[in-house]
């Protein structure tokens, strides 16, 4: 589901809008032919496996790297102009080791232009919202890498930016401080900043975005709302899991209204029923509930994995999408 590329008068009004930008190192793309609009207020993740060619974007929408070809806006002009209304926060994370966490983020923020004037209890509400209250006069060396990563975040947001541009903001933090961060992301959201979430841990993303590019080998794949992508990717099928399971079962289920097929699970204890194109899954599940009692049954949703190995498939062929997946369980075990 691509987006048609943006005219001038609509991406004046994007937070970021990018036209047929390129990018290459050598021989090899980075970045092909991209658009891209990411309209003001948005939730937004740019997703794909290591080398997609995300980090780079970034960098370009940032003013950091400079395209080959290609248009870029950037809050209706360029990031160095808007550079104060601008949070980042890199993948290769970095902090002056030997200052104290308070005054490391108020030299951030001064330089960002927050105003001297209550900045050291700004400062304070900060560190309390991600669970930090604590720490202000401590050196950032005496912290956790988890306490770190979050006091990086901090100097991302601590000048309240209206864009906040996240590249990898997950990695290498551990399930506790994932939800921390995961939480404060949505409230800054629910403020009214434009977010852009670069990474390739979907389903951090699909549970905090409201918008999905997907992107591999330097070119848009997809690019959609969340509903849109449930929509179209729509698995059509039902989990059932029955109290008990006899040998008539899997023939009664498989005369249900639409069912195309029944497929048992690995354990033999529930079966994923596919129906026909077009048929209507409340019927089916009406027809599950009168065969009597069942531990669950389950709408099917498809996930922002399985999508992004089905558009690579349509767009790269079989062989592309095999890399894909490979890529990314690589990338999610990392």
């Not at 050196?139 to 770190?148: D, F, I, N, V, W």
């Not at 009214?192 to 699909?206: D, F, N, S, W, Y």
């Not at 354990?267 to 599940?285: M, N, S």
């Not at 999508?307 to 062929?317: K, L, N, Q």
């Amino acid at each position: 589901m691509q987006s048609p590329r943006p005219s001038a008068a609509t991406a004046s009004a994007a937070a970021i809008s990018l036209r047929g930008v390129e990018k290459r190192f050598g021989d090899r793309w980075a970045v092909r032919d991209l658009d891209l609009e990411i309209p003001r207020g948005s939730l937004c993740g740019v997703l794909g496996p290591n080398g997609a060619g995300k980090s780079t974007t970034i960098r370009m929408v940032l003013s950091i790297l400079y395209p080959d070809a290609g248009e870029i806006r950037v809050l209706g002009a360029d990031a160095l102009s808007a550079k104060a209304r601008i949070g980042y926060l890199p993948e290769e994370r970095g902090l002056y080791r030997t200052m104290r966490v308070g005054e490391y983020l108020g030299y951030i923020a001064r330089l960002k232009g927050a105003p001297r004037h209550g900045l050291a209890s700004r400062i304070q509400h900060w560190l309390g919202r991600i669970d930090l209250a604590d720490v202000y006069k401590r050196r950032c060396q005496e912290l956790s890498k988890g306490m770190q990563q979050k006091v990086q975040f901090l100097a991302a947001v601590i000048h309240e930016p209206e864009l906040l541009i996240l590249d990898e903001p997950f990695s290498g933090l551990d399930p506790v401080n994932a939800v921390v961060l995961d939480r404060l992301v949505s409230e800054l959201h629910a403020e009214g900043r434009t977010i852009l979430l670069c990474t390739h841990v979907m389903h951090q993303a699909e549970k905090i975005c409201d918008r999905v590019v997907l992107i591999h080998r330097g070119a848009k794949r997809l690019d959609a709302t969340l509903p849109e992508i449930r929509q179209r990717f729509d698995p059509r099928s039902v989990r059932y899991e029955p109290l008990a399971i006899d040998g008539e079962l899997r023939a009664r289920l498989a005369r249900l209204s639409g069912v195309a097929a029944v497929t048992p699970s690995r354990t033999g204890a529930a079966f994923e029923l596919t129906l026909e194109q077009g048929r209507d899954r409340q019927v089916l599940l009406r027809e599950l509930l009168e065969l009597g009692p069942a531990r669950a049954i389950e709408l099917s949703r498809v996930t922002l994995e399985e999508v992004f190995v089905r558009v690579v498939r349509e767009s790269e062929g079989a062989d592309a999408a095999s890399q894909a997946k490979e890529e990314l369980e690589r990338a999610q075990g990392s």
